[in-house]
């Protein structure tokens, strides 16, 4: 490319000054045909950079056109058309299913009914390719009679989700567990010999008082009213005793309202423990609870609310079941280049990372920890723990979330379901007997045009009661 020297530049601003040049000054002017010259010099540059600059338009079109022509060949995908998605699946019989999305990297997951065990996987990816990962999930009858539930040589019989035991002689009950009264009968003449009965209730001649009555403590036992009608005797008892022993000798013993109500089937007295009075009953509660109002009901006393705890400087009161607990959890240990600061009782955030490091920013950004109080054998499914997240004012908020399961003792109790955009749920699928403590360890990850943004880490620490209320 040709360029104006500096005496051609000199000569174009002495031009444009040519009165100066005339005026006396010191500098020389040119001739006139020389500027005229340079000026024509000048033309042809400015047009061979005009031609330049178009030819090089001219190709960027061009290119740009290819560009364009081989984009448009690319298979292009119909917008109306549906995502990619995988085949629907169904609950195994016996089980349930968690997950209603067939989309691609989306999970479904399934559980067993009580008395039956999951064979296959438990969790199922949407794949790429629009196929599930694992191997169908199907519920195993759990054998009941494994655990050997009869009782003095009963044999156990399997049904549909349930067992029968066939008692021996002289026993019975659900697993063989009561003996059958043994009484015995003298008949009138005192020459025959003997004579055994093995009954499941006693004979009508000479009652024993049923297992609900109390015998043997006179505080529970009362004399009948009696008075003559007609010259006949009629006899009585008050309410809350029924009449023992023959006519000629009766009396009134207690009823024990916690033993007649003591089967579900006619429906019980009291949530927890039933007290026999005379005459009546009372209902109590375990330490750490109080009975309610209707007298049979109990509730948890708040040790932390009412300040009944013995927590020191530095710890938090945690309720639970009948109890309290005192916690201070810590942040995760440092490694590597990363590393947690503390900045509330329940929250630690990882301090900033430096610009190299991978592995810091694939951590978790933020770590919190969660403790739940749970009544024992809580009914199932049961939503216990929602993790959401909430982009700041004038931020962009990620395009996608991923929930998971990530630690914990217990996993196989839980899955983790999404419940709209940008809130996931995590759902106990299997009932908790207490008193124990579980633990999961819940991940939520942030992404952006398909690149990880933030991981946040949710500690759920569970603390089951001893008892179901």
Known sequence: MALINNNSLFVLLCFATVCNCFDGT???????????????????????????FTEGLRIMKSKLANLQNSVSKFPQADESA????????????????????????????????PGYHLVGAGTRLCQEDGTWSGANAICKDVNKCASNPCQNGGTCVEGTNQYK?????????THCQHQTQTVWHRPKSSHRPKVKFSLSRPLSLRPAPPEWSVTNDPAFSRRPRCAKVDQAQHCSCDAGFHMSGTSDNSICQDVNECEVYKSERGGQLCVHACVNV?????????????????GRSCEDVDECLTQQHNCSQGKTCINTGGSFQCVSPECPR???????????????????????????????????????????????????????????PGRPGPDSLRFSIVGGNARSLFVMQRSD?????????????????????????????RTLQAKHVAKVHILVSPYNF
């Open 26 to 52: 010191q500098q020389p002017c040119m001739e006139k045909h020389r500027v005229v010259g340079i000026l024509r010099q000048m033309e042809k540059f400015l047009k061979g950079q005009e031609m330049r």
């Open 278 to 294: 005379p005459g009546s009953y009372r209902c109590s509660c375990p330490e750490g609870y109080r009975l309610l109002p209707d």
């Open 334 to 392: 440092s490694h590597g280049n990363v590393s947690y600061v503390k900045t509330s009782p329940f929250q630690c955030e990882r301090n900033p990372c430096p610009m190299d490091s991978r592995s810091c920013h694939l951590a978790a950004k933020t770590v919190s920890f969660h403790y739940l109080s749970l009544p024992s054998s809580l009914q199932t499914p049961a939503t216990l723990f929602r993790m959401a997240t909430a982009s700041a």
């Open 165 to 173: 035991c066939t008692c021996p002689q002289n026993w019975s009950g």
């Open 421 to 449: 955009r940008q809130t996931g749920e995590l759902i106990l699928v299997q009932p908790l007997g207490g008193p124990q403590e579980v633990s999961v360890d819940m991940d939520m990850s942030e992404y952006a045009e």
């Open 82 to 113: 549906p995502p990619l998605t995988c085949p629907a699946l169904e609950a195994p019989a016996h089980g349930r299913k968690f997950g209603s999305k067939y989309l691609i990297g989306h999970e479904v997951h399934f559980t067993c009914a």
